[in-house]
């Protein structure tokens, strides 16, 4: 199987090419020098010369707050970016796979949201993630996999493991460690969602939305203090609200999300807390 990551130097691109390269694959990572995913061209030429079996796109644009002010970028990357991907997948005969995010839901609920619920995106961000949701699904073979708060080993290029992984340094370090006392999230370990979309390629899961994070909710509160106990370190914790954070772009303040269509499939998530284990106890787990 020949598979091509894009986004690959990323948090969760490097996830993804270790897990399939590991398992025999043929893996063509691709960072932002080797294909910009906002250039069609570049995207046409690429698909067409390498012919994968798979196109895994973990290219995203993540600054939510900045978004706000740079529309553009975020819908390139987000959503006419997925367009030229499944366009050129569908021309490639390639099985098209894409990463979309808990903020296309607006939080207000009370319970874990599933893949029939509405989404109402409330920012810039969400709103370029919904449309790259819509480009991916309409390709002929393609899983969106919806994912937040990533936590894992570093990427290619940068020492970044995803907010959880700032949390666990802070603590570590003796640190303050400023956290939501009222945003309510499933973290997802990066290498388990490699996992998962793998398993769901070999099986030939039905391709379709699929929420692809660990099982359990929690606020972020509740995370910091479980990592705290799990190393044995006191938490200095700076408590903070949605509210009183007065941040550019809004929120979702109850986002945990459903895997029971995933495990439905034949993959169930292992909980978050068994994920911060594993982290805490992997290479990726400590402080560069």
């Not at 029939?116 to 480009?135: E, I, Q, T």
Request: hydrophobic share 45%; charged share 20%; with cysteine.
């Amino acid at each position: 199987m020949r598979v091509l990551v894009t986004g690959a130097a990323g948090l969760l691109g490097a996830a993804v090419v270790r897990e399939f390269a590991a398992a025999g694959a043929d893996v063509l990572p691709c960072d932002r020098t080797r294909l910009d995913v906002a250039d069609d061209g570049a995207v046409q030429a690429v698909l067409a010369e390498s012919r994968p079996d798979v196109v895994i796109n973990c290219a995203a644009y993540n600054e939510v707050d900045r978004a706000e002010d740079d529309p553009v970028t975020a819908l390139d990357v987000n959503a006419f970016a997925v367009r030229a991907l499944a366009r050129e997948a569908a021309a490639a005969g390639a099985v098209l796979v894409h990463y979309s995010s808990d903020f296309v839901f607006d939080g207000e609920t009370s319970r874990p949201y599933v893949e029939d619920d509405r989404p109402n995106p409330a920012s810039v961000y969400a709103a370029s993630k919904l449309l790259g949701d819509w480009f991916a699904l309409a390709a002929p073979r393609a899983y969106v996999l919806r994912v937040e708060s990533l936590f894992g080993p570093p990427g290619n290029h940068g020492t970044r493991r995803g907010s959880l992984g700032t949390i666990v340094d802070r603590i570590r370090a003796g640190e303050e460690v400023p956290v939501f006392t009222d945003r309510v999230v499933s973290p997802s370990y990066t290498p388990h969602i490699a996992r998962a979309t793998r398993t769901l390629l070999e099986r030939s899961a039905a391709p379709g939305l699929y929420h692809c994070v660990n099982s359990g909710h929690a606020t972020w509160a509740s995370i910091a203090e479980h990592a705290a106990s799990l190393l044995g370190l006191p938490l200095r914790m700076r408590p903070l609200t949605l509210e009183g954070a007065a941040l550019k772009a809004r929120r979702p303040r109850y986002c945990a999300l459903s895997n029971a269509k995933l495990a439905a499939s034949g993959y169930e998530m292992p909980s978050w807390q068994t994920a911060l284990a594993e982290f805490l106890g992997s290479e990726g787990g400590q402080a560069p």
